[in-house]
């Protein structure tokens, strides 16, 4: 079972990074390593933050390109002792079900497929309707691009998406409460907004049915990263209590 929240530990180099690591060790919330400190760092910084963590390191990279070879690349991260990783579901099924197959055959026979979660990016957080429609040319709304690739996502065998809290809602009214719906784009509204577009509060995210927040800038910026932390902490567990669950879903 994932934490509701990680912390985008999207810092320039290993000594930043697990220094953010440390102050939050303890926290329920789980690290996420995203594409700066991966390319810099490599697979030893997700050692050392598995060391540091009782759940899962969430390895974002978005993979995406042909299936041979998302499928070898899912293999090797796996290989590598990673469990839990994304992939672009721009990519298409057949690139989907091939990175699920790659990480199944990596698994080592003591461990079962139900250790691997593997998630499908569907539409950046920092990408607007205006974007849908302009610049990837698709004339639909983000719920309906995202509910879409939700839908193919599942159908290809992964364990949820990752979507703006916007689109939680139709993901799980398309794919049902147990399809995990992981989101990005959170924010405080005293936080800066950044680069992001589909933002929404922690508890408004909740209730509308997202699984785990990734928060990065709001912690990792913060004064005190440790404080910060425990405010969204504090605010997924007191809306978790109270968020409506969906009969029958
Ligand atoms: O700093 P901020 O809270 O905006 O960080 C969000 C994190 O989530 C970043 O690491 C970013 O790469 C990641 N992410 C995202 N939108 C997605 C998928 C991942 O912002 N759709």
Do not use: K
């Given at each position: 079972m994932l934490p509701s929240l990680y912390i985008a530990?999207?810092?320039?180099?290993k000594e930043a990074a697990l220094a953010l690591a440390k102050q939050c060790q303890g926290l329920p919330l789980g690290f996420k390593v995203g594409m700066e400190l991966f390319y810099g760092e490599g697979m030893p910084i997700v050692r050392n933050l598995q060391a540091l963590s009782d759940y899962p390191v969430f390895v974002d990279l978005k993979l995406h390109d042909i299936p041979v070879t998302v499928e070898r690349a899912a293999a090797n991260l796996v290989r590598q002792g990673v469990r839990f990783f994304n992939i672009h579901a721009q990519g298409g099924p057949v690139m989907m079900e091939a990175a699920k197959n790659g990480a199944i055959e990596a698994?080592?026979?003591?461990?079962?497929?139900?250790?691997l979660t593997i998630l499908a990016v569907t539409l950046?957080?920092?990408?607007?309707a205006h974007d849908v429609n302009?610049?990837?040319?698709?004339?639909?709304?983000p719920n309906d691009y995202v509910a879409h690739l939700a839908k193919a996502s599942q159908a290809a065998g992964l364990n949820g998406v990752v979507c703006s809290a916007k689109e939680a809602t139709v993901v799980r009214d398309a794919c049902g409460e147990g399809f995990l719906k992981i989101t990005p784009g959170i924010r405080l509204p005293e936080n800066i907004v950044g680069d992001q577009q589909r933002v929404m509060t922690p508890e408004k995210a909740i209730h509308a049915g997202a699984t785990t927040l990734v928060v990065g800038r709001p912690i990792t910026?913060?004064?005190?990263p440790c404080v910060a932390a425990q405010t969204f902490c504090a605010a997924v567990a007191s809306a978790s209590c109270a968020a409506p669950t969906k009969a029958g879903a």
């Open positions: 530990l999207d810092a320039p180099d698994l080592p026979a003591t461990d079962s497929e139900d250790s950046l957080t920092s990408l607007s302009q610049h990837l040319q698709a004339n639909v709304s910026q913060a004064a005190n």
